[in-house]
């Protein structure tokens, strides 16, 4: 008996001892499966750095989601404030079938008035669908709601709906009042449409906008970009609150009542209709051949050649589970190599610490234009918000140290937008590949500057906030015509023009210092910014 006791135990050791061979030997195929995968990866992130950029950038946002193959001289980008407005007032008055707005609020100034009697005179078959956000346009005496509530009562095919954040409710909504309650979220999409035109912005309706506050605004001529931009807009819409023309503000349903129906439900389903847009979009099989034949240097066939361009929206939307942008902008700027030129802006520099370290460590050559403190749109606001220029002025103290303490001031440079007068809201990114000449970042040497061949246009600052609070849009183009590359070359040559350089001595300004308690507010805060 105890010998059997003695063979059965052996056995038993035998089997764990065998069990143990077999799960090493499965964890050494994973790990070799594994270190396959990275290595196939490897060599696909170093097959697409030898194409040309705008090649490489194309194949890689080819796989995000929709494309909009078009031709560049339907693309228009406008420079000045007063060109925003008198164009959608032009194009306003020209409409014949479809108005959709997007933005965070409508002002109450002469501006906005002038507009909206152009919307109370457009024709009475066109439908006008406005969304806006609802703790901004609730907000104060005159608000936006007040200056649009004629309009509804008198354009019978106008909808005015009020995005409500989701996370915004109970305890949370009582407890946050205006304008504190704007922290949990907003719709922050700046879209523009008139018939098949759809013009994308960061500017809101309001009327420094108008005036005196830079921001970018391309206008794109082009049916099905703008099909797809208006359901955009209409499927917000329906996850928002409506404005009655009795002057009250209610759901559509109880499911899609933001305040009250199941979080978790109702951002499913938000989910699911956002997707469904992106998938009814995505390219047909002509417009995957089409997409193929417009790189950066490989001339269309006859059959195609009006396609020199192309267009990728892209969404970011975290509340609803959309990840769309951040995926596409942290994959672009992987390809990034040290024969490539980045600008990138931000009125509200706060980029996330993922896009803050593929910057900071990519070995191409970058200039980031960001508001002084002049520029801020907070300057001069009453209680906490006046503080807000400090912290953006932390923050960018911060993104110059690193600059300083990994030696990349020789081909990475900070600058600050200053013109008297003005505020700076532009957002965005440009890419380039760089001159054979090899001109450093910021040298002012005869050689021509290289002309972008992409860039990313719309409302995301690249901050915190956009990647995980707010509703954003924006598109990517994809360019091979030297038309639309010059224009581009001409905005960035325009907006850093106004950019001073950020040295030592910046910082050291009596009025740049920021004391211990703002230092620990930023960082409390940052996340919100």
Sequence with gaps: QQQQQQQLLMQQQEQQMQLLQQQQDQRQAQQRQLFAERQQLY??????????????????????????????????????????????????AAAEDRIALASLYLGNGPHEEKLVAALQATRPKVAIDIVLDHTRGTRGPNSSVDM?????????????????????????????????????????????LFDDQVMLSGANLSDSYFTTRQDRYVLFRDRALADFMHRLVTTVADFSLRLQPSGTIAPLSPDHDPRHAPLRKFTAQANAAISDLLNAHTNTEHQQQQASTTTANTQPPPSSGDFDTLVFPLLQMHVFGIRQEEAAVTQVLQLLNSEHQAWFTSGYLNPTRQYTNLIL????????????????????????????????????????????????????????????????????????????????????????PPLPCVTLIGSPNFGYRSTFRDLEAQVAVVTQSPVLQQQLADEVAHLFSFGQPVSDATFAQPERRVNIIERIATRVIRDFL
Aim: aromatic letters at 8%; glycine letters at 8%.
């Design 361 to 448: 460590g990519s070995p191409a050559r970058f200039r980031m234009l960001a508001a002084a403190p002049s520029a801020n749109g907070f300057l001069g606001a009453r209680g906490l918000r006046g503080h807000i220029p400090t912290a953006y002025t932390y923050i960018a103290r911060d993104i110059y140290g690193q600059l300083v303490r990994r030696c990349l001031l020789g081909r990475m440079q900070l600058l600050e937008y200053a013109r008297k007068g003005w505020t700076y809201h532009a957002k965005g990114l440009w890419l380039a590949e760089v001159n054979k000449s090899g001109a450093a970042v910021g040298d002012a040497s005869s050689s021509p």
């Design 43 to 92: 060599h696909q992130q170093q097959q697409r750095n030898r194409l040309p950029l705008a090649d490489a950038v194309q194949q890689t946002l080819a796989r995000q989601g929709p494309c909009f193959p078009m031709a560049a001289r339907n693309i228009r980008i406008l420079r000045e404030p007063s060109e925003f407005y008198d164009t959608l007032l032009a194009c306003t």
């Design 148 to 192: 649009l509530l004629p309009l509804v009562r008198s354009h019978k095919g106008t909808t005015v709906s009020l995005f409500h954040h989701p996370r915004l409710r109970g305890l949370l909504r009582r407890l946050l009042p205006p304008p504190f309650n704007e922290v949990i979220g907003l719709n922050h999409l700046k879209i523009y």
